[in-house]
């Protein structure tokens, strides 16, 4: 008696257990064995990376800037072409930019910075860098 209730619940609700059993038995694939062993190719990860080279000289070219940061792209800035004020309203732009995407913006030199996404490492102080390779101490 029990089976004829669960019966008709599972006939009102749409269930039929016949019918899920037919469904599973054709959704099976036979296995085909090709008899080969499957080819492995190495597949290059590193790509070249291309380092953009911006000058604004305007504090609207900095979305511009921005747009090639979300890109994922690094950028060298060099804000020396803008008045101070506008380039101090490009850099906390821009540092608030980095920060959003989780990258990082370095000061390299006096008005010339590097900014980078998040798939990036800048590691050490770029400015010792610069300064031991031209000998500027």
């Known amino acids: 008696m029990s089976s004829k209730v669960i019966d008709k619940l599972m006939?009102?609700?749409?269930?039929?257990?016949s019918e899920e059993e037919a469904e599973q038995v054709d959704s099976l694939q036979p296995v085909i064995s090709?008899?080969?062993?499957?080819?492995?190719?190495?597949?290059?990860?590193?790509?070249?990376?291309?380092?953009l080279i911006l000058k604004p000289e305007k504090f609207e070219q900095v979305m511009n800037i921005c747009d090639e940061l979300k890109a994922k792209k690094p950028i060298?800035?060099?804000?020396?072409?803008?008045?101070?004020?506008?380039?101090?309203?490009?850099?906390?732009?821009l540092s608030g930019a980095a920060y959003a995407l989780n990258g990082e913006i370095?000061?390299?030199?006096?008005?010339?910075?590097?900014?980078?996404?998040?798939?990036?490492?800048?590691?050490?102080?770029?400015?010792d860098e610069v300064n031991s390779l031209y000998n500027l101490n």
Not at 11 to 17: A, C, N, P, R, V
Not at 34 to 44: A, D
Not at 76 to 92: C, G, H, P, S, T
């Open 34 to 51: 090709y008899g080969r062993k499957p080819k492995i190719v190495s597949i290059h990860t590193q790509s070249q990376i291309k380092v």
């Open 76 to 93: 060298i800035i060099d804000l020396q072409k803008m008045e101070k004020n506008e380039a101090q309203r490009a850099v906390d732009f």
């Open 11 to 17: 006939s009102f609700l749409g269930i039929d257990e």
């Open 106 to 127: 370095k000061k390299v030199s006096g008005y010339i910075f590097l900014v980078t996404p998040e798939n990036f490492d800048i590691t050490g102080d770029i400015k």
